[in-house]
């Protein structure tokens, strides 16, 4: 099980996405500053929607057959990025949302969109400790 909560990009694959909600994680799709976040519930699919600095949001749950998961899949051809969020269940769902999109918008602001496909981690250099 998962440490409360870990967030990583996913590749634009409609298979990998139906992959990941099929494992219990949350796919998040970024569209500019828009964001779908998707998981899988009871057999349906629940779609929660919000544009970033926006107080409100949007809801819709679809039903898990042939027409639910060709709309789902479509979301890889609509986003600009993919996500996963990893979490454990007892989290508030809100609450997972709400820190996913805090990440993606540290991680990738969109102030560059050609910089944003990336991500670079550096570490430091450190002096040399002399013993």
Avoid: C, W
């Amino acid at each position: 099980m998962v440490e409360n909560f870990n967030l990583d990009v996913l590749p634009k694959d409609a298979d990998r996405l139906m992959d990941e909600l099929a494992d219990g994680h949350m796919v998040i799709a970024r569209s500019k500053n828009d964001f779908l976040y998707v998981v899988e519930m009871g057999g349906e699919y629940h779609l929660f929607s919000h544009a970033s600095g926006s107080p409100e949001g949007g809801r819709k749950q679809i039903s898990k057959d042939e027409k639910g998961t060709a709309i789902i899949r479509n979301a890889v051809n609509l986003a600009d990025t993919l996500f996963k969020a990893e979490f454990d269940r007892d989290l508030s769902l809100f609450g997972v949302m709400a820190s996913a999109e805090e990440g993606i918008l540290s991680m990738f602001p969109g102030d560059n969109r050609d910089e944003d496909g990336e991500i670079e981690f550096i570490i430091p250099n450190k002096e040399k400790e002399e013993l």
